[in-house]
């Protein structure tokens, strides 16, 4: 589940939403319940260990 960050564009407090599905345009600021939110695309929570494998490695020698 994706974790984004925003920023309230009324009160300027930053803060960390976890976001489901179809929820991405309903967030409110905690602080003041504006929905004027900016989201910063913060990577942060998809720097797993998955990259690089699909593509790279894929077995040869199938039939
Ligand atoms: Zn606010």
Request: aromatic share 0%; with cysteine.
């Given at each position: 589940m994706p974790i984004f960050e925003y920023k309230c564009n009324l009160c300027e407090k930053d803060f960390e939403r976890l976001v489901f599905l179809g929820e991405e345009n309903n967030i409110a600021c905690p602080?003041?319940?504006?929905?004027d939110v900016f989201k910063k695309m913060s990577a942060s929570s998809f720097m797993?260990?998955?990259?690089?494998k699909c593509a790279t490695s894929s077995p040869k020698g199938f039939s």
């Open positions: 602080e003041c319940k504006n929905k797993g260990n998955s990259i690089g």
